[in-house]
Structures are given as structure tokens and as C-alpha cells.
T-cell receptor
Framework: EDQVTQSPEALRLQEGESSSLNCSYTVSGLRGLFWYRQDPGKGPEFLFTLYSAGEEKEKERLKATLTKKESFLHITAPKPEDSATYLCAVHGGSQGNLIFGKGTKLSVKP | DTEVTQTPKHLVMGMTNKKSLKCEQHMGHRAMYWYKQKAKKPPELMFVYSYEKLSINESVPSRFSPECPNSSLLNLHLHALQPEDSALYLC???????????????FGNGTRLTVT
């Protein structure tokens, strides 16, 4: 069964404390992996697309990496404004649709 | 600001009302989507339009009726909803349908629907 699992469910960091979010997946025929950021009451905001193992993308304090089984979203020296829910979604599988993980809620305290 | 615009931002309706949600994008995208999101859950796919034709209906009850008048507009007509239909309804678009090209989805900020 096609599945996307994100961990941890929630993560609390102090400002400046770097960490990583995990997205593991089991889908047949991965065609793309996407990271989104979602603030309360808003729609998901697109961050990165990764297409193949070994690929990396960076944007400000965020860096996304991809292996054949999982993706990591590394957050370096986070700030309170990085607080949000981070969603991982995988395109592939038997239906060819986007499969979302349940998200990681990140809180960064000053 | 998002490039996918949804109206209204908030909607309260009774179970006997008829209302419509609207979505607009001007990025030239040829695939448009409706998602439903409950609190603390990921978005759930409802409908997909590819080149203005309905291509996917994820077994959504008939009280939800989608419409794509042209390549920039997407509507969701609501009738005889239940309180459990209260949720954030998200519209999204992508350059091409996922079956052709896994381009990322761009989401609007949603309509917060409350059914009383």
C-alpha cells in the first residue's frame, strides 16, 4: 500500500537550535516528492520539489534532501517565524495521485 | 499572497442552503483541484479537472458539485450539506495533470466552511 509517514508529529525548538524533519515513503514509482509549509488557517505553501535520490534543494534556513526511502527537511538556526506545520507529499503509486503525510508541527520559541 | 484566489474566505450555511465556492488562477495552469481539510489532518483530494474536464472524483457525495467554466475558474456548488462537512476547502492548480507531469500544486488560502 502506498504510504507517507512523517516524524515527529510535533517538534519544539529553541531559536537557533537546528534539527531535521523526516518523511519516509513507500510508493511504487516515485515521480516527485514535495515539501509544503502550512500556517494556521492558510493553504499549504509550496517549498521544494525533489525528483531523484541524491537531490538537494535549499531555501534560506531550509534544506531538503532525498534518498530512495525518505526525505529530510533540515532547519538551520530556526527563527520563531519558521513555526508552522510542514507537510510532505509524494507523487506516484498505483493511482498516480498526490499522497500527503500527516505533517510535523514545528514550534520555535524565542 | 498566493496566486490562487479563493472566495469567500469564510462561509456559514444551514443544511438547507445552496452556496458556491469560487477559485481563480491566472498562471496558465491546466489542472485544478478541490481538497477538503479537517483540523490537524492533511488535505484530502475531492476532485481533479484536467484541461477543463473532470478527470477524478474521489467518491465525493453528490451534495458537492464541481464546475470548471474555463481554464482559470473552478467552482464548488454546495447543497444540503451536513455539519460534518464543516472544514477548510482548498483549491489548487498545477501546470499539467499529475498523470502527465508531477509538477507541484499551488494552493489557495481556502474557504473556511461551517455548516449549522
Amino acid at each position: 500500500e502506498d504510504q507517507v509517514t512523517q516524524s515527529p508529529e510535533a517538534l519544539r525548538l529553541q531559536e537557533g537550535e537546528s534539527s531535521s524533519l523526516n518523511c519516509s515513503y513507500t510508493v511504487s514509482g516515485l515521480r516527485g516528492l514535495f515539501w509544503y509549509r502550512q500556517d494556521p488557517g492558510k493553504g499549504p505553501e509550496f517549498l521544494f520539489t525533489l525528483y531523484s535520490a541524491g537531490e538537494e534543494k535549499e531555501k534560506e534556513r531550509l534544506k531538503a534532501t532525498l534518498t530512495k526511502k525518505e526525505s529530510f527537511l533540515h532547519i538551520t538556526a530556526p527563527k520563531p517565524e519558521d513555526s508552522a506545520t510542514y507537510l510532505c507529499a509524494v507523487h506516484g503509486g498505483s493511482q498516480g495521485n498526490l499522497i500527503f503525510g500527516k505533517g510535523t508541527k514545528l514550534s520555535v520559541k524565542p | 499572497d498566493t496566486e490562487v484566489t479563493q472566495t469567500p474566505k469564510h462561509l456559514v450555511m444551514g443544511m438547507t442552503n445552496k452556496k458556491s465556492l469560487k477559485c481563480e488562477q491566472h498562471m496558465g495552469h491546466r489542472a485544478m483541484y478541490w481538497y477538503k481539510q479537517k483540523a490537524k489532518k492533511p488535505p484530502e483530494l475531492m476532485f481533479v479537472y484536467s484541461y477543463e474536464k473532470l478527470s477524478i472524483n474521489e467518491s465525493v457525495p453528490s451534495r458537492f458539485s464541481p464546475e470548471c467554466p474555463n481554464s482559470s475558474l473552478l467552482n464548488l456548488h454546495l447543497h444540503a450539506l451536513q455539519p460534518e462537512d464543516s472544514a477548510l476547502y482548498l483549491c489548487a492548480s498545477s501546470q499539467r495533470p499529475g498523470q502527465q507531469d508531477p509538477s507541484p500544486l499551488h494552493f489557495g488560502n481556502g474557504t473556511r466552511l461551517t455548516v449549522t
